[in-house]
């Protein structure tokens, strides 16, 4: 069956509200931000935390438990239809090397470029890459943190553990913050 985003709309109106927006942008940083992120991206995360293993969250596994595969298709559809607010790029001092990591890498290290996969302008690739433009630098830090430790793994062959294991601290929060404004 077709996604139906107005269903979905519904759900997340009633119940994601409080956390990531009405219309998917978030108001506190550790909530990520799900306007326009890619919808089969979405569902995939949906389904990782429902099933507790390869993504663990604990109000994310409660969101989720009684949500269908339907209304995840739904919510899915609903958050990527929705506009993207534009944020302002944070803490000046950490831009330059964000930048640098963000369309380079570290050739030093063998850090990959993050464009490469998901695109010099942040909007991700659909299906499988996604979109990191926007979002809260909090949010992401966590999330480059969650791959490093293995606690996030669910992309096959772990090509984000890969890539965060290679990254310095610094690097993590500089790029982080990069994202945000672009
Ligand atoms: C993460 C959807 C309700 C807090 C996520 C992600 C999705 C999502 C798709 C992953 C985003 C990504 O990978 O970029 C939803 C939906 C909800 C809902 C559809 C309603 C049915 C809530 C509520 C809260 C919340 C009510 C707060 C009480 C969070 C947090 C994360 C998250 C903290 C990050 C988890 C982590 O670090 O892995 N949500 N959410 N969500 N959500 Fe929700
Ligand atoms: C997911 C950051 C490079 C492939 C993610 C996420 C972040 C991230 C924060 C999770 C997004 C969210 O939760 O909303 C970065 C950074 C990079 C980088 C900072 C550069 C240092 C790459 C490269 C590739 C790649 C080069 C491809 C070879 C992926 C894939 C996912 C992902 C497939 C989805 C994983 C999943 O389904 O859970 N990346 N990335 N990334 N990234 Fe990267």
Redesign the pocket.
Known sequence: TKADPAKGQQIVQQVCVACHGADGNSSAPIN?NLAG?HPE?LF??LK?FKENK??KNPTMFGMTATLTEDDMRNVSAYLSQQKPKVLEGSKPDLQELGKK??KV?NPATG????A???GPKGGGMPA?????GG?HAE??IT??NA?RKGE?A??PGE??RQ??LK?TDK??EA??NY?VGL
């Open positions: 990520p992120q991206y995939k995360q990782a390869l993504r990591i963000y890498g850090l990959p470029a993050c490469a996969c998901h499988q890459f996604p979109r990191l979002q949010y992401t999330q480059l791959f996030r669910n992309d090509t984000m890539i965060a990254m690097e993590i790029v982080s994202l």
